[in-house]
């Protein structure tokens, strides 16, 4: 009976000491998404069991056990009652548990890698040849590592639980108030500032393959204004938005991935294969006085760090899957995360070093790669091919809002149906999500310039991706004092909230110094 018995999610509202435990019934081993109203048995294995009945009956043979310990081990020498959460069968990340490795990979592929890896040339113009590749190969390995210890945090031998929200792993670790104030702006940021930034990135990217298609007859109509672009990019991705969960929008993150490589390799082929720019020069760029070079330095420094994201999705992706003692979930999802992270080594590395080549200082700071394929080969490529990477951008733009505004999604239900103790209707359901992509949107047409500040969003969510997962490591699994684990991630814990501060400082001082194009309700 220990392979069909699943480890339930931790709970998303704290319940009563008086409430009894719930177990699980055979149809939710594997998927409590069959229903959104969660199937609940009495003890004797009756749906409604009538206690007036007088009427002898012969008993029935139930799957579940009268009791449920710690990941259904019934070896444990304390044995603890395992309450089934109804409310987690109503929320869109854990409404079902039918994923697998696959799914897994398109997720995390999706997710892992965007347009904020085509700026990483521009912190080569900082750091250089050597050091930027060494700075681009210590921050991949050490974020891997964190992600392996997010997927291996995701369930709770001991107490049976299945943290499957990162800000649930925090608030467990850290306690809620301490947890609030460390990772609650991080998270947030990370799911609608995001989301924020992708209608404007896709918003213009389409705008701008409307002009390639088009051609001269743009000159001659009225076009679109950049306002309105976003508006067509946010009613795309709303639209797409009422697909009810996390496993529903599989196969928009396999297209969101199948894009994102799509278009990543294309740019830098494109740029290598047009050859390095007449008068490019690879020395670091170096200007005023020591300590500005070295506030330089660190908002390279933050770049790469931006470039790596999904963090804060790991735990939500790994909560799709059914898992058992036997059948852990953290096998078929490290499977499937080794497979997607090699596949964004193969774009991120070769986009950084083949767009430095390609370009040198001369890499537009603002846009980096795909601003620079437009601006000095938008007459030496043919407009399907410009036409091509552009549209690509646009669909993994629309990809990459359905996983990133998940999150949010699942929030916004979960207040729902914490006060309601029902699911949360379609109706509803829609209009949550009609309101969180048009905030976006007016979010991206108040603050147009939100996509230039890499370096400063680098520092600020770093902790959530090379900081957190270290000391929740540490909390959680309690490694034996100065054993190897411990020292690891004591060191990279602190020097991963060292760097954050900071980041953050030396990303304001660069602002400040050189400034950015501020336009509040002008997107450009």
Same mark, same amino acid.
């Given at each position: 009976m220990g392979e069909g018995k699943e480890i339930y *999610?931790?709970?998303?509202?704290?319940?009563?000491?008086?409430?009894?435990?719930?177990?699980? !019934? !055979? *149809?939710?081993?594997?998927? !409590? *998404?069959?229903?959104?109203? !969660?199937?609940?048995?009495?003890? /004797?294995?009756? %749906?409604?069991? /009538?206690?007036? *009945?007088?009427?002898?009956?012969?008993?029935?043979?139930?799957?579940?056990?009268?009791?449920?310990?710690? @990941?259904g081990s019934p070896m444990r020498k304390a044995l603890r009652l395992t309450k089934l959460d109804p409310q987690d069968a109503w929320l869109p990340i854990t409404e079902s548990r039918n994923g697998n490795k696959y799914y897994a990979a398109f997720h995390t592929l999706c997710s892992g890698i965007g347009t904020q890896a085509l700026v990483l040339p521009v912190a080569f113009t900082i750091l250089g040849w050597t050091w930027g590749t060494i700075s681009l190969s210590i921050a991949f390995v050490w974020q891997l590592y964190t992600l392996w210890l997010l997927v291996h945090l995701h369930e709770s031998v001991e107490q049976g639980i299945r943290y499957s929200r990162y800000l649930q792993l925090v608030f467990a670790t850290f306690g809620e108030k301490m947890g609030k104030l460390l990772a609650m702006f991080p998270i947030l940021y990370l799911s609608a500032g995001t989301c924020t930034t992708l209608i404007i990135i896709g918003g213009t990217t389409a705008r701008t393959f409307y002009q390639v298609v088009c051609g001269d007859a743009c000159a001659t109509s009225k076009p679109l204004t950049t306002t309105e672009w976003y508006l067509v990019f946010t009613c795309a991705a709303v639209v797409l938005s009422q697909l009810p969960n996390l496993n529903s929008i599989a196969g928009i993150s396999l297209v969101g991935a199948v894009t994102a490589v799509g278009y990543c390799t294309s740019i830098w082929a494109v740029s290598v294969a047009q050859g390095a720019l007449t008068g490019v020069n690879y020395d670091p760029i170096r200007k005023g006085s020591s300590a500005e070079n070295a506030f330089s330095i660190l908002n390279a420094l933050g770049i790469i760090a931006f470039a790596f994201r999904g963090h804060n999705l790991i735990l939500e992706i790994q909560a799709t899957m059914p898992s058992s003692e036997k059948h852990p979930s953290h096998v078929p999802m490290w499977k499937g995360v080794k497979v997607s992270y090699t596949i964004i080594a193969a774009c991120l590395f070769p986009l950084a070093i083949g767009g430095y080549w390609a370009y040198g200082q001369l890499i537009p700071s603002d846009g980096g790669m795909l601003t620079a394929l437009y601006t000095y080969h938008s007459h030496d490529v043919s407009s399907f091919v410009l036409g091509f990477i552009s549209i690509f951008v646009v669909i993994n733009g629309l990809c990459s809002f359905q996983i990133y505004g998940m999150p949010a999604f699942d929030d916004m239900e979960s207040t729902?149906?914490?006060?309601?103790?029902?699911?949360?209707?379609?109706?509803?359901?829609?209009?949550?999500?009609?309101?969180?992509?048009?905030?976006?949107?007016?979010?991206?047409?108040?603050?147009?310039?939100?996509?230039?500040?890499?370096?400063?969003?680098?520092?600020?969510? @770093?902790?959530?991706?090379? %900081?957190?997962?270290?000391?929740?490591?540490?909390?959680?699994?309690?490694?034996?004092?100065?054993?190897?684990?411990?020292?690891? /991630?004591?060191?990279?814990?602190?020097?991963?909230m060292s760097l954050s501060g900071i980041l953050v400082v030396a990303s304001i001082y660069i602002i400040v110094d050189t400034g950015i194009n501020v336009s509040f309700f002008n997107p450009q």
């Amino acid at each position: 009976m220990g392979e069909g018995k699943e480890i339930y *999610s931790a709970p998303i509202t704290p319940k009563t000491a008086s409430s009894p435990p719930v177990s699980c !019934p !055979p *149809s939710q081993f594997h998927s !409590p *998404s069959l229903t959104r109203s !969660p199937l609940l048995q009495s003890e /004797n294995g009756d %749906a409604h069991p /009538n206690p007036k *009945s007088k009427t002898p009956r012969t008993p029935r043979i139930s799957l579940t056990p009268r009791f449920i310990t710690p @990941l259904g081990s019934p070896m444990r020498k304390a044995l603890r009652l395992t309450k089934l959460d109804p409310q987690d069968a109503w929320l869109p990340i854990t409404e079902s548990r039918n994923g697998n490795k696959y799914y897994a990979a398109f997720h995390t592929l999706c997710s892992g890698i965007g347009t904020q890896a085509l700026v990483l040339p521009v912190a080569f113009t900082i750091l250089g040849w050597t050091w930027g590749t060494i700075s681009l190969s210590i921050a991949f390995v050490w974020q891997l590592y964190t992600l392996w210890l997010l997927v291996h945090l995701h369930e709770s031998v001991e107490q049976g639980i299945r943290y499957s929200r990162y800000l649930q792993l925090v608030f467990a670790t850290f306690g809620e108030k301490m947890g609030k104030l460390l990772a609650m702006f991080p998270i947030l940021y990370l799911s609608a500032g995001t989301c924020t930034t992708l209608i404007i990135i896709g918003g213009t990217t389409a705008r701008t393959f409307y002009q390639v298609v088009c051609g001269d007859a743009c000159a001659t109509s009225k076009p679109l204004t950049t306002t309105e672009w976003y508006l067509v990019f946010t009613c795309a991705a709303v639209v797409l938005s009422q697909l009810p969960n996390l496993n529903s929008i599989a196969g928009i993150s396999l297209v969101g991935a199948v894009t994102a490589v799509g278009y990543c390799t294309s740019i830098w082929a494109v740029s290598v294969a047009q050859g390095a720019l007449t008068g490019v020069n690879y020395d670091p760029i170096r200007k005023g006085s020591s300590a500005e070079n070295a506030f330089s330095i660190l908002n390279a420094l933050g770049i790469i760090a931006f470039a790596f994201r999904g963090h804060n999705l790991i735990l939500e992706i790994q909560a799709t899957m059914p898992s058992s003692e036997k059948h852990p979930s953290h096998v078929p999802m490290w499977k499937g995360v080794k497979v997607s992270y090699t596949i964004i080594a193969a774009c991120l590395f070769p986009l950084a070093i083949g767009g430095y080549w390609a370009y040198g200082q001369l890499i537009p700071s603002d846009g980096g790669m795909l601003t620079a394929l437009y601006t000095y080969h938008s007459h030496d490529v043919s407009s399907f091919v410009l036409g091509f990477i552009s549209i690509f951008v646009v669909i993994n733009g629309l990809c990459s809002f359905q996983i990133y505004g998940m999150p949010a999604f699942d929030d916004m239900e979960s207040t729902y149906t914490t006060r309601m103790k029902k699911p949360c209707p379609w109706w509803l359901r829609s209009i949550f999500r009609f309101f969180f992509g048009f905030l976006c949107f007016f979010i991206g047409v108040a603050i147009p310039f939100l996509s230039s500040l890499a370096g400063l969003i680098g520092g600020v969510s @770093l902790p959530v991706t090379l %900081a957190y997962p270290c000391f929740m490591w540490l909390k959680i699994k309690k490694p034996k004092k100065h054993s190897v684990m411990w020292c690891l /991630n004591w060191f990279l814990g602190t020097l991963g909230m060292s760097l954050s501060g900071i980041l953050v400082v030396a990303s304001i001082y660069i602002i400040v110094d050189t400034g950015i194009n501020v336009s509040f309700f002008n997107p450009q």
